[in-house]
């Protein structure tokens, strides 16, 4: 029998395997070209005297080691992690409280949750310019209250002892995504537990403390996990856009650090070095949150979802 078009153009059949390979085949393929293959330029770049003018040169360690000895360096690091540890438990712990607070079903609800979700999604350069109005010490809508109330207004940004918190403020209104996700895991938890509690006369706090935290604590070690990293390396923008990493560099951070270095100074190989310390230093965080659950005993398991 003579072939037909319609034989010559089907395509053979695929197993289910090979056909969940075909579908993840472009996201693969953007993981290759937009991550894994930039990451090894940027950590080999680490070890070149480049400044995007002339050849790279090969130095070695040199730029680690520049990058060590660098007092704005070290200070950037510190500033970077203390930006990360009080505001990641507030963060974490403000969205569960909120979520449990807007759990129950009402007329305006959904009001305030759409309410508490807005911030998250207001672009970071608008967030922070209007928090620069907020925070105006002039003529800023919290000052103004608060010599309303007869109480010292703060000059927040540019104050070296209040720069810091106004930036941990900044941060806290930023919660809808694990609000969200917290709210969404309440609603998953059986009514039949919290009833029988009930019964057993646990009042709110003993059902909050011995019920709801225990079956919500992997949802909150992994929130924690996202909050750290994305606010330890995404604190560039509202930064440089509220302080500039001033007054007196009580504000300056490690990715302004990485900023200045290769767009300022044009010593990429120096950026790339520290751009590598602060994954570690993600990492060390990260790990240091694991360690502390593990000690809690909280596992991330769908076999192992309880406290």
Do not use: C
């Amino acid at each position: 029998m003579q072939p037909t078009i319609h034989n010559l153009l089907r395509l053979p059949k695929l197993s289910y395997q090979k056909r969940l390979w075909l579908l993840l085949l472009p996201y693969l393929l953007g993981i290759l070209l937009l991550v894994l293959i930039p990451a090894a330029i940027s950590f080999s770049l680490a070890f070149f005297r480049y400044d995007a003018l002339s050849p790279p040169v090969w130095v070695g360690t040199l730029n680690f080691i520049l990058a060590y000895t660098d007092e704005l360096f070290t200070l950037s690091v510190h500033n970077a992690v203390s930006l990360v540890i009080l505001p990641v438990p507030l963060r974490v712990f403000g969205a569960f409280l909120l979520a449990r607070l807007l759990l129950r079903n009402g007329r305006f609800l959904n009001w305030f949750r759409a309410a508490v979700y807005l911030p998250s999604i207001i672009p970071g350069a608008a967030y922070a310019l209007a928090w620069l109005w907020i925070l105006n010490p002039l003529f800023g809508p919290v000052n103004l209250l608060l010599k309303a109330v007869g109480l010292t207004a703060p000059n927040w940004f540019i104050d070296p002892l209040w720069a810091r918190p106004s930036l941990i403020l900044m941060s806290l209104w930023q919660i809808g995504e694990g609000f969200l996700v917290s709210l969404a895991a309440l609603q998953d938890i059986p009514a039949d537990l919290e009833d029988a509690a009930a019964m057993d006369g646990a009042n709110s706090y003993q059902m909050l403390w011995h019920v709801t935290l225990p079956l919500l604590a992997p949802i909150l070690l992994l929130l924690s996990f996202r909050d750290a990293v994305l606010t330890f390396q995404e604190s560039f923008t509202s930064v440089l856009l509220t302080t500039g990493g001033g007054p007196y560099y009580t504000t300056y951070t490690l990715p302004l650090f990485i900023y200045e270095q290769g767009f300022d100074l044009l010593s990429f190989g120096t950026a790339s070095a520290a751009l590598w310390v602060m994954y570690l230093l993600t990492g060390l965080i990260v790990l240091f949150l694991y360690i502390i659950a593990r000690q809690w005993q909280i596992g991330t398991t769908d076999e192992t979802f309880v406290l």
